[in-house]
């Protein structure tokens, strides 16, 4: 696995916005600003089924399911939810002890100098 924390290619901060775009016909997507300078850092486009909304709950991927016309049955749609909320808690989980592990990973430029 690679991990990445994102930077501002301009200025070198480590601290950024997510800025959720929805529009009809399009795919959602996500602009990232730097907090700093302000600057476009980067776009993603979020996959279908792609979004996952820790803590905002079933009926929240429902609503991201239906924005893109997916019909399934109640049940595969609780089992599809349930599977989607336990990966993303597990590989958060990963990420966040890879970081702890790896003192070059830590977000250090950020902070003021002791
Ligand atoms: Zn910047």
Request: aromatic share 8%; proline share 4%; with cysteine.
């Amino acid at each position: 696995m690679e991990l990445h924390i994102q930077t501002c290619q301009f200025c070198g901060a480590k601290s950024v916005r997510n800025l959720l775009v929805r529009k009809d016909g399009e795919e959602d997507k996500v602009y990232v600003q730097c907090t700093r300078c302000k600057s476009l850092v980067a776009r993603y486009i979020i996959a279908h089924r792609g979004y996952y909304h820790h803590g905002k709950g079933f009926e929240s991927y429902l609503r991201g399911l239906n924005r893109g016309g997916e019909v399934m049955s109640p049940k595969d749609l609780r089992e599809a939810f349930e599977k989607v909320e336990e990966y993303c808690v597990k590989e958060f989980e990963n990420i966040t002890g890879q970081l702890e592990e790896e003192p070059e990973m830590r977000d250090t430029r950020d902070k003021p100098p002791q």
